[in-house]
């Protein structure tokens, strides 16, 4: 399945090349998925609306199991909605989700993620351009690409040696959003996709805080140079723990000539979007790759005799796991009323392996 996308620069008035990002489900099943995910709210990454703010997720488990609104969960409710989602996995209907199928479920719900956010991501090139180009002339030229590379440098050259590296001191706080107090100073601001300023005491970064834990969940993730960990991976070119101005602007230049596909010194929409476009979709396919291979060892750690199929007892054993840290009362239902549960993934961090991320599923 191919997903065109038209990016327009500049209120609509440039279209730039098609770009292509290769799906391997059926259209079927995503249209399954879809449409069921009305009837299992939240089973699929969506919830009902409601006002269930819980703790240490109980809020989101009532609103995803909540069949009737009634602002708690039964045991008995929550094992027909389990008994649903089951069915839904098992696409062929002989009572039985082999690791296939439970793969592919995981692929319909990835892919639609990685649809909705690559549009984003795309979005977001559009404006960086924008603040890029600031003649307007809908081409950024080396100057106004190097002066934007040269602020970014001084940023992180907390001590103006002319060199980046773990001597320099933490730069402040690279705000995207404006801050009470704050007033910018136009265009150039949005080059360098933010601001640095200072706070006051007691400035709290609320609206920050949301948006790091916004992008945490999301799916695909591009290097960023918006921190310096991030700009020694892409421009500490000899990995010596340093960057030097030479080596920064080389690079720079190097990326620049690059993404210059026809030679002509400048960078036109077209140019600018898809050299992203590329090393995006690399990106997708890297992070598809690792998280259905993910899915392949749950696979086996639910499919408890090991005969390649998951029955539906073998797949709620996972789900009574996750009923009971919620039911901390022990009466059979999960409610606002049961005390706080404990969160042991968090206190016994310690005992789990590397790479442990989570829950029951």
Not at 143 to 169: C, H, L, Q, T
Not at 203 to 222: D, F, P, Q, S, T
Not at 236 to 260: L, M, W
Request: charged share 40%; aromatic share 6%; hydrophobic share 25%.
């Amino acid at each position: 399945m191919e997903f065109p996308v038209v990016v327009s620069l500049n209120n609509e008035r440039q279209e730039i090349t098609q770009m292509k990002l290769k799906y391997f489900t059926l259209l079927s099943a995503v249209m399954l998925v879809a449409a069921t995910s009305l009837a299992v709210a939240g089973d699929y990454g969506g919830h009902k609306e409601g006002h269930h703010k819980g703790h240490h997720g109980k809020g989101s488990f009532i609103q995803r199991y909540d069949q009737n609104d009634d602002a708690q969960v039964t045991a008995d409710e929550f094992e027909q909605a389990r008994r649903v989602r089951y069915g839904l996995i098992d696409e062929n209907g002989n009572g039985l989700v082999d690791v296939d199928e439970y793969v592919q479920k995981h692929a319909n719900r990835l892919d639609k993620k990685i649809e909705k956010e690559r549009k984003g991501h795309i979005k977001r090139t559009h404006r960086r351009f924008g603040a890029l180009d600031k003649d307007d002339n809908e081409q950024i030229e080396w100057e106004e690409y190097e002066a934007s590379g040269e602020r970014s440098f001084k940023r992180f050259d907390g001590d103006e040696n002319g060199v980046i590296n773990a001597d320099d001191p933490r730069p402040k706080r690279h705000c995207k959003h404006k801050c009470k107090g704050y007033k910018g100073k136009g265009k150039g601001d949005k080059a360098d996709a933010g601001h640095d300023h200072e706070h006051g005491k007691g400035h709290k970064h609320g609206k920050h805080k949301g948006m790091w834990k916004k992008h945490a969940k999301r799916v695909i993730h591009m290097p960023t140079t918006h921190s310096k960990k991030g700009m020694m991976r892409k421009y500490d070119t000899d990995r010596d723990g340093a960057i030097t101005h030479e080596e920064f602007s080389a690079q720079r230049r190097a990326d620049f000539d690059r993404t210059d596909e026809n030679g002509d010194g400048k960078l036109n929409p077209e140019e600018y979007a898809l050299e992203f476009g590329n090393r995006l979709d690399e990106a997708i396919e890297k992070t598809r790759k690792k998280k259905l291979k993910r899915a392949k060892v749950r696979f086996g750690m639910l499919d408890k005799d090991e005969n390649g199929e998951m029955s539906f007892e073998e797949y709620q054993v996972s789900g009574q796991k996750m009923f009971s840290r919620h039911d901390t009362n022990e009466d059979g239902v999960v409610s606002e009323s049961d005390p706080k549960p404990k969160h042991k993934c968090r206190r016994d961090k310690h005992k789990h392996g590397k790479g442990h991320k989570g829950h029951s599923e």
